[in-house]
């Protein structure tokens, strides 16, 4: 049977959608980028989209892996960081939505409690990080790389902004070898690493890239591998470690 995957998304306004029938004007809207369930796909799993109200450990208790996916920043006041400038881009898409927080943090402390696989991206590995502790940068200063690309997506250019590197002996390294290349659109970064972080990929300017939890089936990387056309190692990764949790959930179930 292939793994099942949870994917996190938002909750938005419908006005936003473009074309909306004004009737449903006061209504709501859950999305979820479409390009991870295709990811998913393409590495072997099936995913499942969580509103909002599936937080709990019922939910967690019946899937084989959790993804945390990009999006706004988190609430600064999760992590004592300074209050919040207003968005200039991207209007509502962008605003912090402290239910997401709350919501994304929950289902990262119960995947945890249960060992399964998480992959979190961009925001996603930000959540990570906040949810064992761990602070984040609030505004990244300019230091000759661009962190907040105006590329278009899906990215399909093979230099893409930077290089990352990695720590030998690490799962990214594993993943992804010394070095890689990755598009880039995050304007914070981790900082201090949670409780069993472990800083695993960072910038050429020393940017945190890529965090994890050694010995455990859980890693953090800042850039978006669901936006590059090739599949990239994190989703094959995240199947296989899946695969493992729905082998010994049937085994304990006989």
């Given at each position: ?8 998304g938002r909750?938005?306004p ?9 009737r ?6 859950d ?5 991870f ?13 969580l ?10 208790a ?8 990009g ?5 600064p006041?999760?992590?004592?960081g ?12 962008l ?6 927080d ?29 949810a ?16 907040y ?5 899906p990215d399909r250019r ?15 390294a ?23 972080v ?8 020393g ?5 994890e939890l050694?010995g ?16 990239e ?6 199947i296989?470690?899946a695969?493992?949790?729905a082998?010994?959930?049937?085994v304990a179930?006989r």
């Amino acid at each position: 049977m292939k793994p099942v995957i949870a994917v996190t998304g938002r909750r938005i306004p419908a006005t936003s959608l473009v074309g909306l029938d004004s009737r449903w004007a006061e209504a709501q809207a859950d999305m979820f980028w479409a390009e991870f369930g295709a990811k998913i796909a393409e590495a072997g799993g099936i995913s499942v989209q969580l509103p909002y109200e599936s937080a709990g450990p019922e939910v967690i208790a019946r899937v084989d892996a959790l993804v945390v996916t990009g999006g706004q920043d988190v609430d600064p006041e999760l992590w004592g960081g300074p209050a919040p400038e207003p968005a200039d881009i991207g209007g509502q898409m962008l605003t912090i939505d402290r239910r997401r927080d709350d919501y994304e943090i929950t289902l990262v402390h119960h995947a945890l409690e249960r060992g399964i696989p998480v992959l979190g991206v961009c925001r996603g590995h930000q959540v990570l990080n906040v949810a064992l502790g761990g602070t984040l940068v609030p505004d990244l200063p300019h230091q000759g790389i661009r962190h907040y690309s105006l590329a278009t997506f899906p990215d399909r250019r093979p230099d893409r902004e930077h290089a990352v590197d990695f720590a030998a002996g690490t799962l990214a390294a594993a993943l992804y070898g010394p070095r890689t290349r990755v598009n880039s659109w995050h304007h914070q970064a981790v900082d201090r690493p949670g409780d069993g972080v472990v800083v695993s990929g960072r910038a050429p300017d020393g940017v945190v890239e890529a965090i994890e939890l050694p010995g455990r089936p859980v890693l953090g990387v800042q850039w978006h591998p669901e936006a590059s056309v090739e599949l990239e190692p994190c989703f094959p990764w995240l199947i296989e470690q899946a695969r493992v949790v729905a082998a010994n959930d049937i085994v304990a179930a006989r």
